[in-house]
């Protein structure tokens, strides 16, 4: 018989190596993985020789287990009861593999390890053993009640190692048990079963090995910076590294700054409830970046994007214009995708492509008193995904509208009608055609130099969702003093978009529902104010929006069944700020601000993708022929379709250097910051970005 131990030198195993031998008079041979532990591993085959064993391995297995085992489990966003990082687990497997290969090299035909019978580590070797080598006998020491009974404590072990000569350094009292590796360290049993016991403290908290108490860390932040490739990291700081030298590098940076304690009572596998103190600073560090990375910020996807297009026009008199304008563009793209088995977003071979065109006609006419405009305006696109859920969208709009302006007895009015069409077809058969059919006639009045009174109204008839009247009125007071005051109320009314009623992006097992239109009022009221120079003007609004049936997109996190429904009452309150100041020498600051509640009145839960504050700030320099302007802006948190999006903050800057009346050339950088962040959660922005243009006027 020959037997494959797993073996770390301790006492457990040092007792179980000269046990087999006497137990089953068996060939023993010895294994010990390197997985980053740190413990002294230099003298263990001489001590498994003088042990009993007849020959002894020493693997070392660090960058097979954090290439292997730790970085597809951190792409997997694996965490055990929402706190632990699996660092034992995921070694245990990698230790069973390497186990059974030096079995085959050895041609043995048991193995054997040293878990114990109401601990998962059992679990975690012997289905591994099970799986890649069934033909082998397994022996599990603590699981039978013969070694149970010859050892049923620590000082029957040390005596039995003394009375065999076996080299150990034990003690009688183990304080608690320690397990360590690359990834963590774990602590558990003796006292840390009391769950009072506190490792916290002053007088204990030397049980920690690779992390200091947070209360003792760096007051200063520190920043570290990591490269992902395919959802790896690669680098640290700019330096490339192999995934076991990331996880070195991060244990150090994060061990420093107090990263990774935690301390939790947790399910075990087979049926316990355990306590476990657990170190994991760089895994916590790299578990946090990827779960950044897998929420929008992978590395570069390519994307490509041509876009043509033309503007003219031509006067024919002074009443009588033509314009237009058709504009193609054509574009693919990469994406992150869920692939099998695991179902998480990573990086794939996914892409989609999309091809679209817009043009429009109008007709200006002066006849009859009235300013007309006759306008035909269209669209189509295609869009195309390829991936593990392949889908191809298409549709088309056309529309047509007529519009005069006119005044009549010192009130200016606008009348029209349009009509608008749309098609929508998905790759599932599905197809939908929508009509529309409005008129509406707006008026303004000056009952006085200081007041202003407009009113309009709407009539819009879908077919499919019906008909509707709207309308709406508003104020405007000259107070005197450069203060405005203002006013305004109405209705609204909005059928379903041809993208929602054919439920484009969406993904279901049961029918889409059926959506109902829209229907809304709202109030605003606003103060105004500017300095007799107009250098200076500002101007606050505080408004209400009530909206029935609001469409919204959503996705059940459980299923990722995602479709568009609608909610049944919602209501936005709001305030808006904004300044401008005129600063001579060419500069003007544009500052806004807006706070806004959204919710549904239904749940009380916040309305998605809308973040509850805003704010941007624009420096702006204008010159003779030179122009720029330097933009801030801002969002809060935001509730959104799957999680969270995180608020942020980005600048831009933007410049035109005039060559020639016909001739400008243009600058654009966004995200001067290079920061990550998302406007849609799950959809990570560019970093900083250049674009360079030019502007012909002819």
């Known amino acids: 018989m020959k037997i494959v131990l797993a073996y770390s030198g301790g006492l457990d195993t040092s007792v179980i190596v000269k046990w087999l031998k006497e137990t089953y008079d068996a060939e023993i041979i010895t294994f010990a993985a390197d997985v980053g532990q740190k413990e002294e591993l230099k003298g263990l085959d001489k001590k498994a020789l003088k042990t009993g064993a007849s020959k002894h391995y020493t693997l070392d297995l660090v960058e097979e287990f954090a290439s292997d085992f730790i970085y597809p489990m951190i792409r997997a966003n694996a965490i055990y009861e929402g706190q632990y990082y699996l660092g034992t687990s995921i070694a245990r497997p990698l230790i069973a593999k390497a186990q059974v290969d030096i079995a085959k090299k ?3 035909d048991t193995v054997a390890h040293g878990a114990t019978g109401k601990g998962n580590d059992q679990c975690r070797f012997e289905l591994t053993y099970m799986a890649l080598a069934p033909q082998l006998q397994i022996i599990a020491p603590w699981k039978m009640e013969s070694y149970r009974a010859l050892f049923p404590g620590r000082a029957e072990m040390i005596a039995y190692c003394a009375q065999h000569k076996i080299p150990v350094e034990a003690s009688l009292k183990k304080p608690y048990s320690m397990d360590r590796n690359l990834l963590h360290i774990s602590y558990e049993a003796g006292i840390l079963e009391d769950p009072w016991f506190d490792p916290t403290t002053p007088e204990n908290k030397a049980m920690f090995k690779l992390s200091v108490a947070p209360e003792d860390a760096p007051d200063k932040a520190e ?10 990291c690669v680098a640290v700081n700019g330096k490339k590294l192999t995934p076991g030298g990331v996880l070195k590098t991060l244990n150090k940076l994060g061990g420093k700054h107090g990263i990774g304690r935690v301390d939790l009572v947790e399910n075990r596998f087979v049926g316990m409830k ?4 657990y170190e994991t600073p760089g ?7 990827a779960a950044d990375e ?8 390519g994307f490509a994007s041509t876009t043509a297009g033309v503007r003219g026009r031509f006067a024919f008199s002074a009443d009588v214009a033509i314009d237009g304008a058709l504009r193609w563009t054509d574009s693919d793209a990469d994406l992150d995708g869920f692939p099998a088995p695991a179902y998480a977003l990573a990086d794939t071979s996914d892409t989609q492509s999309s091809r679209q065109w817009s043009g429009f006609g109008r007709l200006r006419l002066k006849a009859s008193g009235l300013e007309h405009q006759f306008s035909l305006s269209a669209s189509d696109i295609a869009r195309e995904t390829v991936s593990a859920f392949p889908s191809a969208f298409e549709a088309d709009r056309q529309a047509l509208r007529w519009q005069a302006d006119g005044t009549l007895r010192g009130m200016d009015f606008v009348i029209g009608a349009d009509r608008e069409e749309t098609r929508g077809r998905l790759s599932t058969g599905r197809t939908e055609q929508l009509g529309t059919t409005s008129a509406f006639a707006t008026a303004r009045i000056e009952p006085t130099e200081r007041l202003k009174l407009t009113g309009a109204m709407r009539f819009d008839d879908t077919g499919d969702f019906g008909a509707k009247v709207t309308g709406r009125v508003s104020g405007a007071l000259d107070a005197g003093a450069g203060f405005i005051l203002s006013a305004a109320g109405g209705t609204g009314f909005k059928a379903p978009s041809i993208s929602q009623a054919v439920c484009d992006f969406c993904v279901s097992s049961r029918p889409f529902p059926a959506l109902r239109p829209e229907t809304a009022e709202g109030y605003e009221a606003a103060i105004g104010w500017a300095s007799a120079d107009r250098r200076i003007e500002a101007r606050a609004t505080v408004y209400r929006l009530g909206v029935d049936d609001q469409i919204t997109y959503v996705v059940d996190p459980g299923t990722f069944e995602s479709v568009y429904v ?3 009452r919602t209501a936005t309150d709001g305030v808006e700020l904004e300044a401008r100041a005129r600063l001579g020498q ?8 807006a706070w806004t509640d959204a919710r549904d009145e239904t749940t009380g839960a916040r309305l998605l993708r809308v973040p509850e504050q805003a704010g941007s700030a624009t420096l702006g320099w204008t010159g ?5 302007a330097l933009t801030v802006r801002g969002e809060g948190d935001q509730d959104d379709a799957g999680g969270i999006r995180p608020g942020f903050i980005t600048a831009n800057l933007n410049g035109a250097w005039v060559l020639t009346e016909a001739v400008t050339l243009t600058v654009r950088l966004e995200n001067l910051a290079d920061r990550r962040y998302q406007q849609v959660f799950g959809y990570g922005e560019p970093g900083r970005s250049g674009f360079v243009g030019i502007r012909l006027r002819y």
């Open 624 to 628: 003779r022929r030179l122009s720029g």
């Open 283 to 289: 895994g916590t560090i790299l578990m946090q970046a």
């Open 106 to 108: 050895e041609k043995a």
């Open 274 to 277: 355990s306590r476990g103190v």
């Open 223 to 232: 920043y570290v910076e990591l490269d992902f490739v395919k959802g790896d």
């Open 566 to 568: 609608n909610v049944a």
């Open 294 to 301: 897998a929420g929008g910020n992978p590395e570069a996807d």
């Open 586 to 593: 060419g500069f003007d600051l544009g500052l806004a601000w």
